[in-house]
């Protein structure tokens, strides 16, 4: 596993989601909240940002996993 590179959420056009990390797909899921259950995993081990797209490709909500403080990320 790659460390240093967000960890992606986004539709893989055949209704699925995939959980990617550098270009390279590590799991693929049913719906999009158990896609973010194992992203956040990835996120997590591997102090990167956890980044989360809608269907449209454009992105929804991103959370840091990184060194940063301690406050929770807060969406806009």
Known sequence: MTTGRDVHVSANGVGRWSVTQSGRTLSNHRTQATAVTAARR???????????????????????????????????
Do not use: M, N, P, W
């Open 42 to 76: 990835v996120a997590r081990r591997t102090c990167v940002d956890l980044v989360t797209h809608g269907r449209d490709g454009r992105i929804r909500s991103k959370d840091s996993f990184g060194s940063e403080s301690r406050a929770r990320d807060t969406e806009q």
